[in-house]
C-alpha cells in the first residue's frame, strides 16, 4: 500500500514538474551541409551545436536538415519541420535565395524564423514580420561599409556580384555609400567558378579598384584567377569573400585585402574570447563570420528562453526583441524591423606567425549601424 | 583596347572549350563504345582534383599531383567499371541513369567523409605562374595557355590513338558493333574497363588542371558534367570529332554572351537592368544555341551512329 502511495505520489510529482518545463522546446535547422556552399552551412551547424550543448540546457530538441543549398529543398524541410516535426523555432539558413523561398511562409503560420546569416532587404522594408528576426545583418550593411570605406582611396571602381537577392543587395548596398564613377558592374550566375571572362572586363574597364561579393567557392576561384592574371588592381569585399571558410583555400593571394564585416576573430570582449576558444578546442579549426551569428543566435533564444515560454509567442517575441545576451560582436540591439543595431568594421587580411591566413580589424566604418529599410517598416 | 579585349575573351572561350572537351572525350567514348550514360563522370573529375590536391600538398610538387590525379581517376574509373557498371550494360538507359546518380551521392559523400566539406588549397605550379604579354598589347594568363596546349596535345593524342592503333581500332569496331568484335575472339570485358579507365583519367586530369584555377570542393563535378552533356549532344553522341567541335562552341558561346550581351543591351536600357538581363540570357544562351543545332541537325554535328 505505501509502495502504492509513494509510486502516485512520484507520478503526480512528475506529472506538475512537466507542466512546468512542459516539452523540450524544438528547434528546426535548415542549412546548407552538401555540395559547393556547405562549409558555410557545417559552421552554422557547428557553432549553433556548440553553444546549445555548453549551455547545459536539457529541454531542447535539433531537428537538423540539409538543404543542399536548393530553395525548393529547403520549402519541403520547412514544411516537413512545421506540420510534421512541430517546431517552436526555426534558424539555419545561409543564402537569401533560399530565405526568400521559405521565411514569409514559415512566419506567416506563426512560427518564429531567427535568421543566422541571410538578410534579404525584401524581409526588412515593407514586408517585415514580428516573427522574423534577422540576428545577422540586413544584406546591405558590409557593402555599405565598404562602399564608404572606398570613398578613402578610389575613384573608379569595378563592381561584381552573383545574380540572387543577396547579390543584388550587396551591389545595392555598396553604390548607397561609394561616391566615385562605376568601371563596370558586372552579375554573375550563382555557383559560378570560372571568373575569366569577367577578369577581361575588368582589365580593359580602366577601374582603379574591384569590388567583389562572392561567398564560399565563388570567391575561392575568383581570387585565385584573379590573382594570376596580372591585372593587379587593389580588390576589396565584404568580409564573405574573405572568411575564415575559404581563406586556407584562397591562400597567400589573399594577404592584405581589406574586407568589411560586423566580427572578427581579435574583436575585443569577453564573449567574443570565450566563442574563439571554445571554438578552436571542439572543431580544432578557427570559426568564420557564420559560425559567429549562429552562436549568437543560439545565445539569443538562450537567453529568451530563460526568461519566457516559448509557448507563449507574445512574450516569447518580447523576450527576443530585448536582446539580453552576451554578443560576440559587442553591443547588439534590435532595430523596429527586428534587423540588428550593430557596429561595422573593416578588416585586413593577414598571416599569423603560425602561417594561418586570418582577419584584424583596422578601423571602424560604422557605429551602430541601421539598415537603410526600417523605416519603411510598420512594427 | 576592344580588339585585345575580344582577344582574350576568345582565348578564355577556348580555354573553356579544351577544359569541356577532356570532360566530354570520356563520356562520349564510353557512351559511343559501351552505350552507357555515366552520370558519374562528374564525380572523377572530383577524384582527379582532390587527388591531385591531396598529393601535391603532401609532396609539393603540382606535377606529381597531376601523375596522381590520372592514376586515382583511371583506379576509381576501372574498379567502378568492374564493381558496379559491367551489371548495367544490358539494362536499359533509365537504369544506368538511376545506377550511375547513385555513385554521384556515393562518391560525394565518400569524398566529405575523407576530406571534410571545405575547399582544398591546389595552387598554381611555379612554372606557369602569372601572365604573358598577347601581340596587341594584352596580357593572357600564362596557366590558361597552358590548359589549351594540354587540350591540343589530347585531341591529337585521341586522333593516334583511335586511328592508327590496335586498341584504337578495337574501339572503333566497339563503337560500330558491339555483339561482333565480341564474336571475333576480342575480350570485350577488358576492353570496356581500359576504355572506362581511358575516360575516367581525362576527367581526372581535367580535374586536377581546374582545379588549380577555381577551388577544390565536393560537388565541383555537377555544374562541368551538365554543360559536357550539352557538348556531347551538339557533337553528336558517341564522336570525337564532335566532342571536339561542340566544346569550342559552347565555350566560346557562353564567354562570349557573358560579355557582349550585357553590352549590347545597355545600348538600348539602363546598365544595371541591361546588367540583370544580360546575365540571365547569357546563361541559358548555350541551351539556346543547342536548341537550334537540334532542329536542324537532330542528331549533333558529327554523330557516330549515322
Not at chain 1, 579598384?209 to 565563388?218: K, N, T, W
Not at chain 2, 577556348?14 to 562528374?42: D, E, K, R, S, W
Not at chain 2, 586498341?167 to 570485350?188: K, T, Y
Request: proline residues 3%.
Amino acid at each position: 500500500m505505501n509502495r502504492i502511495l509513494a509510486a502516485s505520489v512520484f507520478g503526480l510529482s512528475l506529472a506538475t514538474s512537466s507542466l512546468a518545463y512542459a516539452e523540450p522546446v524544438k528547434i528546426g535547422v535548415i542549412t546548407t551541409l552538401s555540395g559547393g556552399g556547405a562549409g558555410l552551412g557545417i559552421d552554422m551547424r557547428d557553432a549553433f551545436t556548440l553553444a546549445m550543448k555548453q549551455s547545459g540546457n536539457k529541454d531542447m530538441e535539433l531537428v537538423i536538415e540539409d538543404d543542399a543549398q536548393k530553395p525548393e529543398l529547403a520549402v519541403q524541410i520547412a514544411e516537413k519541420m512545421i506540420q510534421g516535426d512541430k517546431v517552436d523555432l526555426m534558424t539555419g539558413i545561409i543564402w537569401s535565395n533560399l530565405a526568400m523561398a521559405v521565411v514569409p511562409n514559415t512566419v506567416a503560420q506563426d512560427v518564429i524564423y531567427l535568421s543566422p546569416n541571410a538578410g534579404p532587404s525584401a524581409l526588412a522594408g515593407a514586408n517585415c514580420n514580428p516573427n522574423y528576426f534577422n540576428v545577422a545583418y540586413q544584406n546591405d550593411n558590409f557593402h555599405e561599409a565598404m562602399g564608404q570605406y572606398a570613398n578613402k582611396d578610389y575613384k573608379n571602381a569595378f563592381i561584381l556580384a552573383p545574380n540572387y537577392p543577396a547579390g543584388k543587395d550587396a551591389l545595392t548596398g555598396f553604390k548607397r555609400y561609394y561616391k566615385g564613377a562605376l568601371a563596370g558592374e558586372i552579375y554573375t550566375q550563382v555557383g559560378q567558378t570560372d571568373y575569366a571572362a569577367e577578369i577581361a572586363q575588368i582589365r580593359a574597364s580602366g577601374a582603379d579598384s574591384v569590388y567583389f561579393f562572392l561567398p564560399g567557392g565563388m570567391g575561392i576561384a575568383f581570387m585565385k584567377q584573379y590573382a594570376q592574371s596580372g591585372v593587379g588592381i587593389p580588390v576589396t569585399g565584404p568580409g564573405f569573400s574573405f572568411s575564415q571558410d575559404v581563406l586556407p583555400a584562397i591562400g597567400d593571394a589573399a594577404i592584405g585585402v581589406k574586407n568589411s564585416a560586423t566580427w572578427s576573430k581579435d574583436l575585443d570582449n569577453e564573449a567574443n574570447k570565450t566563442f574563439v576558444e571554445a571554438f578552436k578546442a571542439e572543431y580544432k579549426r578557427l570559426p568564420s563570420i557564420y559560425a559567429a551569428q549562429s552562436w549568437d543566435t543560439a545565445n539569443l533564444i538562450l537567453a529568451a528562453l530563460s526568461k519566457a515560454d516559448v509557448k507563449d509567442k507574445d512574450a516569447f517575441r518580447a523576450a527576443l526583441k530585448a536582446a539580453d545576451f552576451k554578443s560576440v560582436r559587442g553591443e547588439f540591439a534590435f532595430n523596429n524591423n527586428n534587423h540588428p543595431i550593430q557596429n561595422v568594421y573593416i578588416r585586413e587580411v593577414v598571416k599569423e606567425d603560425d602561417g594561418v591566413l586570418t582577419n584584424k580589424i583596422i578601423a571602424t566604418a560604422f557605429e551602430h549601424h541601421k539598415d537603410a529599410y526600417a523605416e519603411k517598416c510598420g512594427m | 583596347m576592344f580588339t585585345t579585349l575580344l582577344i582574350e575573351q576568345l582565348l578564355n572561350g577556348l580555354q573553356l572549350g579544351v577544359m569541356l572537351f577532356l570532360m566530354a572525350a570520356g563520356l562520349t567514348l564510353i557512351f559511343g563504345v559501351m552505350g552507357l550514360i555515366n552520370l558519374a563522370h562528374g564525380s572523377l573529375y572530383m577524384i582527379g582534383a582532390f587527388a591531385c590536391a591531396t598529393v601535391a600538398a603532401a609532396t609539393g610538387s603540382f606535377w606529381i599531383g597531376l601523375i596522381a590525379s590520372l592514376a586515382a581517376a583511371a583506379g576509381v574509373g576501372a574498379i567502378i567499371e568492374v564493381a558496379v557498371i559491367r551489371r548495367l550494360y544490358d539494362r536499359d538507359h533509365l537504369d544506368q541513369v538511376l545506377a550511375t546518380f547513385a555513385l554521384i551521392l556515393i562518391l560525394s559523400e565518400g569524398a566529405r567523409w575523407l576530406f571534410g566539406s571545405f575547399p582544398l588549397y591546389l595552387d598554381i605550379p611555379p612554372q606557369l605562374q602569372g601572365a604573358v604579354a598577347l601581340p596587341g598589347g594584352g596580357q593572357y594568363q600564362l596557366y590558361r595557355l597552358a590548359i589549351i596546349g594540354v587540350g591540343v596535345a589530347v585531341a591529337a593524342g585521341l586522333y593516334l590513338l583511335i586511328s592508327r592503333t590496335r586498341l584504337g581500332m578495337r574501339i572503333r569496331a566497339g563503337e560500330s558493333d558491339r555483339e561482333m568484335i565480341g564474336a571475333l575472339g576480342v575480350d570485350i570485358g577488358t576492353l570496356y574497363t581500359v576504355v572506362f579507365a581511358l575516360g575516367a583519367a581525362l576527367a581526372g586530369l581535367a580535374g586536377a588542371l581546374v582545379g588549380a584555377l577555381q577551388s577544390v570542393q565536393v560537388g565541383m563535378g555537377e555544374p562541368v558534367l551538365i554543360l559536357a552533356f550539352v557538348v556531347i549532344v551538339i557533337g553528336g553522341i558517341g564522336s570525337i570529332k564532335g566532342a571536339l567541335v561542340g566544346a569550342v562552341i559552347v565555350g566560346v558561346v557562353d564567354t562570349m554572351g557573358r560579355f557582349l550581351l550585357p553590352s549590347l543591351l545597355a545600348l538600348t536600357m539602363p546598365a544595371s537592368q541591361a546588367t540583370t538581363i544580360g546575365a540571365a540570357l547569357a546563361s541559358m544562351l548555350i541551351y539556346v544555341v543547342m536548341a537550334l543545332i537540334l532542329a536542324f541537325r537532330p542528331s549533333g554535328l558529327f554523330s557516330a551512329q549515322s
